[in-house]
DNA sequence: GTCGGAACAT
DNA sequence: ATGTTCCGAC
């Protein structure tokens, strides 16, 4: 149910509803208690509140850390998410509780040390797999087809998305192959990456009979992908290394990231192929791949098990 | 400020 | 399940 508090400030979002050219996933969205108008999660709203060019005074990302943010206004952004929320009362303190409450799922962790700072792990929230010279297609929005199955999808273009996730995107790979040889998604144990099972992963794939590059997302579990599909551009398929690892070092904030991420010359070989681009981060993934720069977080149950540990009892991210 | 337990609400 | 509210501890 909506109240209509929202009608001032950012509106609400409902399912798979566009906010700055981001879209979350049905999943994201609670299911219950008020079927037809899921309520925004915080995390969202918080994520919200960063894609907004006016709440940048308030809350904004971190330079040079990526999904790390600075609530710059604890009692502003309070005031906001209780207004969302139709909850007057609301404040930092409790904000902040909700807030924690995202530590054991590790959708977020505090910077220790700084205020009011915190980190989304977007590696575990996405996980990208079309470069986006790949997906760049500004005067092409994008299509969401849906299938009739499981998969609630988030596309989110490139061009659109605010710093760090678009860099997060750029950055963060995995499953390179096309569909017919794309192995299924790797469990926890065999990919490496404890948690990127629990989420939607935002994959290329060129899907049986697609003569055009579309970015697939599947979760984990169910096996049915879900297509969305961009513009017609030619395919260029990179061989990313099958990354199950962090999200990479963060790139000079003072790099322009699409042209940094550009491809560069293509690698002498003996035929055309995907993947003999150079993609600047190659060597980071590759390190990422060897694990020399892998996660710090124990493992964690994902989406299949619907749940992560707890210590009392374990919350579900869906 | 930050943390997390506990009870409670939706 | 996801907060909200309260609160004691650090």
């Known amino acids: 149910m909506y109240c209509n508090c929202f009608s001032e400030g950012i509106r609400a979002a409902p399912v798979n509803y566009w906010i700055s050219g981001l879209a979350f996933p049905d999943w994201a969205y609670k299911a219950e208690s008020s079927p037809g108008s899921r309520q925004i999660q915080l995390w969202h709203f918080i994520l919200e509140l960063l894609q907004k060019e006016e709440f940048r005074h308030v809350i904004a990302w971190q330079q040079g850390e990526y999904g790390e943010f600075v609530i710059k206004d604890p009692d502003e952004v309070a005031r906001l998410w209780g207004r969302r929320k139709c909850k007057p009362q609301m404040n930092y303190d ?3 509780r909700a807030l924690r409450y995202y530590y054991n799922k590790r959708i977020l962790h505090k910077t220790k040390g700084k205020r009011f700072t915190y980190k ?3 590696s ?4 990208a797999d079309c470069p986006p010279w790949k997906v760049w297609t500004p005067s ?3 299509l969401l087809l849906r299938p009739p199955a499981l998969c609630q999808t988030a596309l989110v273009p490139v061009a659109e998305q605010s710093e760090p996730l678009r860099s997060m995107l750029c950055t963060r790979a995995t499953g390179t192959q096309p569909a017919r040889e794309r192995t299924p998604p790797q469990p ?3 990919s490496g990456d404890k948690d990127s099972s629990s989420f939607s992963s935002f994959g290329s794939v060129l899907g049986p009979g697609w003569q055009n590059p579309c970015c697939c997302f599947w979760n984990h579990q169910g096996d049915l992908p879900s297509f969305a ?3 017609p551009v030619p395919c260029l398929c990179c061989n990313w290394a099958h990354l199950s690892g962090p999200i990479l070092p963060p790139l000079s904030s003072e790099q322009p990231l699409l ?3 550009k491809p560069g010359p293509r690698l002498p070989g003996p035929m055309w192929m995907p993947g003999a681009w150079h993609f600047p981060g190659l060597h980071l993934l590759a390190r990422l791949r060897q694990g020399t720069e892998a996660p710090e977080v124990p493992q964690a149950p994902g989406i299949g098990g619907k749940s992560w540990p ?3 009892q374990a919350p579900g991210f869906q």
């Open 94 to 96: 409790k904000l902040s």
């Open 120 to 122: 989304f792990n977007f």
């Open 188 to 190: 926890p144990e065999a």
């Open 140 to 142: 092409t929005p994008c």
């Open 259 to 261: 042209e940094s991420l």
């Open 229 to 231: 599909s961009f513009a």
């Open 124 to 127: 575990k929230l996405i996980v």
């Open 310 to 312: 707890r210590a009392k």
